[in-house]
């Protein structure tokens, strides 16, 4: 009796779930654990059929192996919380059906789900790896090999005409560096951890646009800023934050409308004690409604007017999902565009280090 208390106190007090059917496959114990993860009642269970939580193929397999030596199974299995919510688990299940005091199957399920979304993350990052480096190796060859055909041409020019063909080379290089730094960008936002400083918004964004002014015709678009911050400290990555201000305030000066006479960006912002709210409005190009639920996946191009890699906006997205942050945008077939986003504050708390 000693050693069934032991047994049971560590049962209890597992994280994993151990359950006991009967002949009918009916469960008739289930372990406390199973409140910890589903938040539900181990007595709301009994009684039910334990296939009912499974597929109707997992069922035929198990059932089957279950009749082979030996008498066990080995599986994967996935439970719905939420609707939103997949928990991943092991499972041990043992047939017991002959045993003169179980008689049933005892299950043991362990949770993996920590296990399985890093196998998940590792595999997508591998593979959006694989597409980045084909990627830039296909579009970096085309400034670099323009350049070097120009400096030929160049050496060989007349006087009056190098400056023109230093001017072409010039532009090419700037393409490249461009690449390069989109490159810079996508490496870093996966590769380094978190960071928690004080941000000045007014100052990153004056500095930014500065860098951009002259950029794509960026003289010519008149920048209107309001900010509203109430005296509240903003804290978050600044190197994050600056990646995401860079990348749209370059779409909007790229995606100028270039037959609009008053070509602007409108930037509204808010600080409050839980977030940073950030508006920038453009009268731009706009974008095809069809393109819209697109323009956050790799390598996507909305229009030929493009000059990217097509990583701008993706890393936009990714950068302000790993800030805990949201991003929605608004837009309109030649009228124009407007990203509203929202990052957490970490005035009060620390952020999680990945």
């Known amino acids: 009796m000693e050693n ?10 597992s994280d994993d779930i151990i359950i006991v059917t009967d002949k009918e496959f009916r469960i008739r114990y289930i372990s406390s654990s199973v409140h910890k993860i589903f938040d539900v009642a181990p007595v709301s269970l009994l009684g039910r059929n334990i296939f009912d939580y499974v597929t109707r193929d997992k069922e035929e397999s198990w059932k089957a192996c279950l009749n082979e030596t030996p008498h066990s199974v080995v599986d994967e299995v996935e439970l719905t919380v939420q609707r939103d919510q997949t928990i991943y688990f092991d499972v041990h299940v043992s047939n017991l059906l002959d045993h003169f005091k179980v008689q049933g199957l005892v299950l043991k399920l362990h949770n993996i789900t920590d296990q399985k979304h890093k196998e998940e993350e590792l595999l997508r990052s591998n593979q959006q790896l694989d597409q ?22 160049a050496e060989n020019a007349p006087a009056e005409e190098k400056d023109q063909y230093i001017g072409l080379i010039k532009k090419s290089l700037l393409k490249l560096d461009s690449y390069l730094e989109e490159m810079n960008n996508f490496f870093r936002n996966e590769k380094l951890a978190l960071q928690r400083e004080k941000i000045n918004l007014a100052e990153l964004l004056a500095d930014e646009l500065e860098n951009l002014k002259n950029l794509h015709n960026g003289n010519r678009v008149k920048v209107l800023l309001q900010a509203d911050d109430d005296g509240v400290e903003w804290y978050s990555d ?6 995401v201000i860079t990348n749209i305030f ?43 639920e697109k323009i956050f996946d790799l390598f996507f191009r909305a229009t030929d007017q493009s000059q990217g890699t097509g990583l701008g906006l993706f890393i936009v997205k ?17 009228e124009g565009t407007t990203f509203q986003i929202r990052i957490p504050n970490q005035l009060q708390q620390s952020i999680e280090v990945e």
Request: hydrophobic content about 35%.
């Open 238 to 243: 600044l190197i994050r934050v600056k990646t």
């Open 132 to 153: 980045v480096i084909y990627k830039t190796t296909h579009d970096l060859k085309a400034p670099l090999m323009s350049a070097l055909g120009l400096v030929s041409i």
């Open 4 to 13: 069934e208390g032991m047994f049971q106190e560590v049962v209890e007090n």
């Open 318 to 334: 990714d950068t302000i999902d790993r800030l805990k942050g949201s991003i929605e945008v608004r837009s309109k077939k030649g």
């Open 250 to 292: 370059s779409n909007a000066i790229k995606y100028q409308d270039l037959q609009k006479q008053n070509p602007f960006i409108k930037i509204a912002t808010h600080v409050d004690q839980d977030f940073c709210d950030i508006r920038i409005e453009d009268n731009g190009i706009g974008i095809d409604p069809e393109y819209k």
